[in-house]
């Protein structure tokens, strides 16, 4: 399939572009091709229809991923966004001549207990948690020391869902309005390093138990240093990069370390 191949150059890239240009994170090439292999579990799931259409007679398609490191975790997350990949299924369906449902949801799970390195399951029913939905998990507190530049707080506490990363405490647009407020902000001649931060550079957020950094589109990008490797966040991207206890995070030129509590 023409589309497949396309498919695969587009998460090959966004993986180049996650793990810092042309290198590659161990296990991304074998992930790509987790990835078109799960592309195609679902086209061969395509049934013949009783005036001789193909239909696709489930909604609920369900990827099991067996990620026993958590680098290896890192990069199947970064490929394997719901989202993208409910949009993908779709594309491929409709290449197939096959018209996917209207509800068609995808759900990701990491099976601590998996014993294959990738399982598809097709439903047909309900969306999974149907249920009232749990409420929000409690915010798990962590600390962001910096190690280079000079901040608001040389120890600053995540002790809030979000968390706003810039140079200016308060950004402002053309007419002096106030668009923006950073809780921890790096004022530009307090240090050589903080120049290189932007006026919006960055954002951490708590989701489902998860500290995540997200790039604001920054002017000189951020990245983190996990385990002596570099990991490049991308700009804008909808799940950003989970962060773990001892990443180094870089702002520009400025320097954190997040550490749990």
């Not at 199947?76 to 491929?92: P, Y």
Request: aromatic share 6%.
């Amino acid at each position: 399939m023409r589309l497949l191949r396309r498919i695969e150059k587009t998460m090959d890239d966004r993986l180049r572009s996650m793990f810092s240009g042309g290198r590659e994170a161990p296990g991304s090439r074998e992930a790509i091709e987790l990835y078109r292999d799960a592309l195609e579990q679902v086209a061969s799931r395509a049934t013949a229809g009783k005036r001789g259409d193909r239909m696709f007679p489930f909604n609920l398609i369900t990827i099991e991923l067996a990620a026993d490191e958590p680098e290896r975790k890192t990069v199947l997350e970064a490929l394997f966004d719901a989202g993208t990949l409910a949009d993908d299924i779709r594309s491929t369906l409709k290449e197939e001549g096959v018209t996917p449902p209207p509800d068609l949801t995808v759900v990701m799970r990491y099976p601590e207990d998996a014993t294959a390195e990738i399982r598809v399951i097709c439903e047909r029913g309900e969306k999974p948690d149907a249920a009232p939905p749990p409420g929000p998990v409690p915010v798990t507190a962590a600390r962001l020391i910096t190690t280079v530049g000079l901040a608001s707080a040389s120890d600053f506490d995540l002790n809030q869902p979000s968390v706003n990363l810039g140079r200016e405490n308060e950004v402002v647009d053309s007419l002096g309005r106030t668009i923006r407020r950073n809780d921890l902000f790096f004022v530009e001649n307090a240090h050589e390093a903080n120049a290189s931060v932007s006026r919006s550079h960055a954002h951490i957020r708590f989701e489902a138990g998860d500290w995540r950094i997200y790039d604001d589109g920054s002017s000189i990008g951020t990245s983190i240093i996990r385990e002596g490797r570099l990991l490049t966040v991308p700009a804008h991207a909808s799940r950003g990069v989970a962060l773990r206890a001892g990443d180094e995070i870089y702002l520009g030129q400025v320097r954190l370390r997040f550490e749990p509590l």
